[in-house]
């Protein structure tokens, strides 16, 4: 009897072995065919650099709307579209949700952000061979495509949290997207666990022994916990990031200040290894396709873990 129970048994253990590399199977593969379509399209003329309350920022909406429906990622609100104000004109943040499969854990929210606007047409002083539009690739169609890479692998995955999407618009007017998104969360006493926002990452950075830095590093034990889940040095410090204050530079500040959260921004432009930041050179060919997808795999144990923990282990630093 005992040994057909043993027998039975590894019967089984083989099936679900085997059940869990189908399952993996038909998770959705990070691409760098769909990074390469995505950056093109987002980073291309035809939008005019993504600029703030333009006709050309509503059509990258659209885009990225489509590609959360053909993924059935729903939107958190009624509509994806978060809608605001600033200095006369409309704008909104596109926020999708994937609920979390654990009845109690799904209410503790991971924001995955980025934003998709850029500075538009430059003034003429600062074109290049009569090239007018600052196309915004690596700020910040690169930080946005690798969100919605996310968020497609993550349609395919369950957690026990729940995961919002969050692509930002007006970050160039000043942070406007963000600082209303996180006092419209507070005040609906919206449940964020942690906020982990893209900014920059379409080039690697070099001589260094993680992937990316993360801004605010010593404000909590992100990076620790997260390599950690990873079990590689994804987040690295980054000295330059605290010498220029990058922390309060991105989406991420604003839920620090509202919610006083884990809130921070992942980057790989270190101010040498890419030399055309609000330029109009800042073109889609330029990117790192392969970095980019390397990167997203990177992080996607990392979060798994963040989402899939017992406990709410990312926490705030005491300030010294």
Not at 23 to 41: F, R, V
Not at 121 to 147: C, F, L, P, R, W
Not at 197 to 215: C, D, K, Q, R, S
Not at 297 to 311: K, R
Request: glycine fraction near 6%; aromatic fraction near 12%.
């Amino acid at each position: 009897m005992r040994k057909i129970l043993y027998i039975l048994g590894f019967i089984g253990a083989v099936g679900c072995a085997q059940s869990h590399r189908e399952n993996k199977e038909h998770n959705y593969q990070i691409s760098e065919a769909a990074i390469e379509a995505n950056l093109n399209y987002l980073a291309s003329d035809e939008l005019k650099g993504r600029k703030f309350g333009s006709e050309e920022i509503n059509t990258a909406a659209n885009y990225v709307e489509e590609i959360y429906k053909k993924h059935n990622i729903k939107p958190y609100y009624k509509t994806y579209r978060d809608s605001f104000s600033h200095r006369g004109k409309s704008g909104f943040n596109l926020i999708a949700i994937k609920e979390g499969s654990d009845p109690v854990l799904k209410n503790e929210i991971i924001i995955l952000g980025a934003h998709y606007d850029h500075i538009g047409v430059v003034v003429e002083a600062k074109q290049v061979n009569q090239d007018s539009i600052a196309n915004g690739a690596n700020d910040n169609s690169a930080g946005t495509v690798s969100v919605l890479e996310l968020a497609k692998y993550f349609s395919t995955v369950e957690t026990k949290r729940s995961l919002m999407y969050v692509l930002f618009s007006a970050e160039e007017e000043g942070l406007i997207g963000s600082k209303h998104l996180a006092k419209r969360l507070a005040e609906e006493k919206v449940p964020i666990y942690v906020m982990l926002n893209f900014e920059m990452i379409g080039v690697p950075l070099e001589n260094v022994n993680y992937t990316a830095y993360l801004t605010g590093f010593e404000n909590s034990n992100l990076a620790e916990k997260f390599n950690k889940y990873a079990d590689a040095e994804v987040f690295g410090f980054f000295e330059k990031a605290k010498e220029f204050q990058l922390f309060k530079r991105s989406d991420n500040f604003p839920f620090y200040q509202e919610m006083n959260i884990p809130a921070q921004t992942l980057c790989t432009f270190d101010f040498s290894n890419y030399p055309y930041y609000h330029h109009v050179s800042d073109e889609a060919k330029l990117m790192d396709v392969t970095h980019m997808k390397n990167l997203v795999e990177q992080v996607i144990p990392g979060i798994e873990g963040m989402a899939n923990s017992t406990e709410k282990e990312i926490q705030l630093n005491e300030k010294k």
